[in-house]
């Protein structure tokens, strides 16, 4: 019998079949539910592709923070990003729901660089190297739409002046055993990230610190982030603030079978800087839901649920319902074949990433307008 690989989601490691059901009830957050969908609704028109199929599927006092917009409280949104390697599309996917949340609510962001972090955790990155994606990670992030004055980048080991008072109050509030259950530190985790979890803490009460009165504060994230906000949670009212409210995204798989999309596998992600010609190969050489021969496709259809091609339609190039309700059909049927749903990809991708490229460049004359004073 083949052993099923074990599901392990962490802030540094996600692996195995992830099933969501199941992370709801082992973190203790709630389902995105239909009337929650329905509320917010309310606020924004028409859902977010991203909600409408799912991809943010688990929060954590959403109600609460909606309670607090409808009675006059505006909140600020805070998000993030571990600058340890190339942007691919799997980063962007929260970056642009996070962008939509900040249009419909008129929402301030804070979003935080962890170069700090990912020069702890991963033993080849220097803190150049981190300081450079940083950089180049950031240029990505202004790319997705966001304007100055809206969105405040704070890079932590630059702007570690600006944290690290809010930091050494959380800390002395979090004991060792409890970062340790929560994270599963061990007698050789290295000093420096047994801190780290206090200055991830920070950006929720920026705010409340900058107004001189409590802000409720929504995080959009990956699930792996939420052993953070657990830890931030706990802590939250000790120093007189609110807890930070979330919304939990799933991951994007990458175009191999079965993961993510992540960047130490670059044949099965596209990154935001590859060129029309790579896209190309690398659809060309996803996994998908398709069967060995024509003959076969044609005759038993294939399966769009495995489908890697697919669920980048799904869940970020096919924003029309019925095509995508289409699409699967035709699929089921053996109505389309893998090759014409490659082509179509490739083409989307290429569309999104020209313009994209285009707006990446641009972002380097304004990068330093949203840098922390
Ligand atoms: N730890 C995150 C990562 O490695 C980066 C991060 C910092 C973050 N603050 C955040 C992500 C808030 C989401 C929300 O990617």
Aim: include cysteine.
């Amino acid at each position: 019998m083949v052993k099923k690989e074990e599901m392990v989601v962490t802030p540094w490691k996600v692996s195995g079949r992830i099933d969501y059901e199941k992370l709801i009830k082992q973190f203790g957050t709630q389902p995105i539910d239909e009337e929650l969908l329905e509320r917010i609704r309310g606020h924004t028109g028409r859902l977010h592709l991203q909600l409408r199929r799912g991809l943010f599927f688990s929060h954590r006092d959403l109600d609460w923070i909606l309670d607090k917009y409808e009675a006059g409280e505006k909140f600020v949104l805070y998000t993030g990003r571990g600058p340890s390697g190339p942007v691919h599309l799997g980063h962007l996917v929260p970056w642009i729901f996070t962008k939509h949340l900040q249009d419909a609510f008129d929402a301030k962001l804070y979003f935080q660089m962890t170069d700090d972090e990912k020069f702890l955790v991963n033993p080849e990155l220097t803190l150049e190297d981190t300081a450079r994606f940083t950089y180049e990670n950031a240029l990505d992030l202004i790319a997705c739409g966001f304007e100055p004055g809206k969105m405040v980048i704070i890079r932590d080991v630059k702007d570690i002046g600006h944290l690290y008072r809010i930091a050494l109050r959380v800390a002395k509030h979090v004991n060792y055993s409890t970062v340790k259950a929560i994270f599963g530190f061990e007698d050789s985790s290295n000093i420096g990230i047994i801190f780290f979890p206090a200055i991830q803490a920070v950006p929720c009460f920026i705010a409340s610190e900058e107004e001189g009165h409590n802000v409720p504060v929504l995080i959009p994230a990956a699930i792996d982030q939420d052993p953070y906000w657990r830890m931030t949670r706990d802590i939250a009212s000790k120093l007189g603030y609110y807890k930070p409210a979330q919304m939990h995204c799933k991951f994007l798989p990458g175009l191999g079978k079965g993961g993510k999309m992540s960047a130490s596998m670059p044949e099965t992600c596209i990154f935001t800087t590859d060129t029309p010609e790579e896209v190309e190969q690398k659809v060309w050489n996803a996994f998908t839901g398709g069967r060995p021969t024509v003959k076969e496709q044609r005759e038993l259809g294939g399966d769009p649920s495995i489908c890697t091609v697919y669920a980048y339609f799904y869940y970020l190039f096919e924003e029309d319902d019925e095509e995508i309700a289409e699409l699967e059909r035709r699929c089921r049927t053996g109505g389309v074949l893998c090759g014409d749903c490659k082509k179509r990809l490739t083409e989307r991708i290429n569309r999104f990433l020209k313009v994209h490229q285009r707006r990446r460049e641009e972002a380097k004359d304004i990068l330093d307008k949203f840098l922390m004073e």
